[in-house]
T-cell receptor
């Protein structure tokens, strides 16, 4: 099956700083990438959808100026949490889908656990 | 009203028994339905998907879909301790390409 990696797997940062999370599709070209956030004991909430070479589409309630998404190539998307605060501490998961892929071909990365102190 | 609803559990079943997980959804236009398994601290992994009314079997797993009742379920036969995890139901709304997840049901398979 297709492999999606995320880096870092966990990060601790101080309040007010910015953190960048990378999502890579290792063996396929990901035309669409999705970014999710999951708080403890809650489900995955879609934050944004990004298509290669175009601006991300953010879900209602997600601040696009705070969560910067870049999908500059077919194998890499990045999520930057700017001016992070403790309430941004969460498990961030990306998923990727290829050009011919349907919903069942949405492959998830291993996630990045962000802790803001 | 939540778009995808699941009982949070925990659902406890003895090893070897059948575990039955249920999910209801609100969007009648939903077309595709998925079950993911998520171990603690890990990302979800796809177990089953179903598009048409009826049953779909894959090994020990059976997904059941009833669009009229807006209900989808997952049966796990011969439950094993390694099946202990949170099971997430996900639905795609009509022609939208995104998935909407339920809050998940935690399954505990006891020895």
């Amino acid at each position: 099956g297709a492999v999606v990696s995320q880096h870092p797997s966990w990060v601790i940062c101080k309040s007010g700083t910015s953190v960048k999370i990378e999502c890579r599709s290792l063996d396929f070209q990901a035309t669409t990438m999705f970014w999710y956030r999951q708080f403890p004991k809650q489900s995955l909430m879609l934050m944004a959808t990004s298509n290669e070479g175009s601006k991300a589409t953010y879900e209602q309630g997600v601040e696009k100026d705070k969560f910067l998404i870049n999908h500059a190539s077919l194998t890499l998307s990045t999520l930057t949490v700017t001016s992070a605060h403790p309430e941004d501490s969460s498990f961030y998961i990306c998923s990727a889908r290829g050009l011919a892929g349907g919903l069942k071909e949405q492959y998830f990365g291993p996630g990045t656990r962000l802790t803001v102190t | 009203q939540k778009e995808v609803e699941q009982n949070s559990g925990p659902l406890s079943v003895p090893e070897g028994a059948i575990a039955s997980l249920n999910c209801t959804y609100s969007d009648r236009g939903s077309q595709s339905f998925f079950w993911y398994r998520q171990y603690s601290g890990k990302s979800p992994e796809l177990i089953m998907f179903i598009y048409s009314n009826g049953d779909k079997e894959d090994g020990r797993f059976t997904a059941q879909l009833n669009k009229a009742s807006q209900y989808v379920s997952l049966l796990i036969r011969d439950s094993q301790p390694s099946d202990s995890a949170t099971y997430l139901c996900a639905v795609s709304g009509g022609t939208a390409s995104k998935l909407t997840f339920g809050t998940g049901t935690r399954l505990q398979v006891t020895l």
